[in-house]
């Protein structure tokens, strides 16, 4: 079992975040009504029945969830019930989704990202669209297992401490990510071709710079469905 951190002095309870839902109109119940819908509309997308419509359906499921996100970051700090985390028993496995999602967003999958942009002249790294949203998937799954067995508070406690220290900043690059693809082709302002940015690969201080936002090509438009504003 993985010890529940507790929360610093003057940290109370949040209301609204009881050990069971009241009803439909509960904040818990509300939070995870929109984490279940993303991980399933991020499933279905990674089936690439519909790959036409992937790039614009994935920005509006992350903008989504991201409200879940601000709603439970804006929320008073949440107090599980017990002093150490449940078990929820093994960890789903997400490198299927995660393969599924890369090879449907092969073109564009890396982008630039600055981890923290409050640290100065950060130097932007590398991300991959697929990581990320397996990653955030893999969060709100664990906090998922513990609503479904009735372990409310904990479930919002996970979703609250998970959302600020990991998928609230990784579902916040990959919006911005998203975003930029479909704006530079609804614009019809493609970038220059992908030149070395690589999860995998150590570049020189500054390449990484004069990379960022190279992550798309022009003629990639019209496989994914994104059209320039006022085209076919």
């Not at 879940?68 to 449940?86: K, N, Q, T």
């Not at 990379?211 to 003629?219: I, L, P, T």
């Amino acid at each position: 079992m993985q010890p529940t951190p507790q929360p610093q002095a003057g940290a109370v309870q949040g209301q609204g975040a009881p050990g069971a839902p009241d009803g439909p109109d509960s904040f818990a119940v509300q939070i995870a009504d929109q984490i279940e819908s993303f991980i399933v509309a991020v499933s279905e997308v990674a089936k690439g029945d519909d790959p036409d419509s992937a790039v614009p359906y994935l920005l509006l499921q992350v903008s989504q969830v991201l409200l879940a996100g601000g709603r439970l970051g804006a929320h008073e700090d949440i107090v599980p019930e017990e002093r150490y985390e449940p078990d929820t028993g093994p960890e789903p496995d997400m490198d299927e989704l995660r393969e599924r999602l890369g090879s449907l967003l092969a073109p564009i999958d890396i982008y630039s990202e600055v981890f923290d942009p409050y640290v100065p002249r950060s130097t932007p790294v590398a991300a991959r669209i697929s990581d990320d949203l397996a990653d955030i998937i893999s969060d709100l799954r664990h906090g998922l297992a513990h609503y479904t067995a009735g372990r409310v508070s904990e479930a919002l406690w996970w979703w609250q401490f998970s959302y600020l220290s990991n998928w609230g900043p990784t579902a916040s690059a990959a919006l911005r990510a998203l975003q930029s693809l479909v704006a530079h082709v609804r614009l019809d302002t493609p970038l220059a071709e992908l030149d070395g940015l690589d999860t995998d690969s150590e570049a020189e201080d500054g390449d990484l710079e004069r990379q960022a936002g190279r992550v798309m090509q022009a003629e990639i438009a019209t496989p994914l469905g994104l059209g320039p504003a006022g085209g076919s």
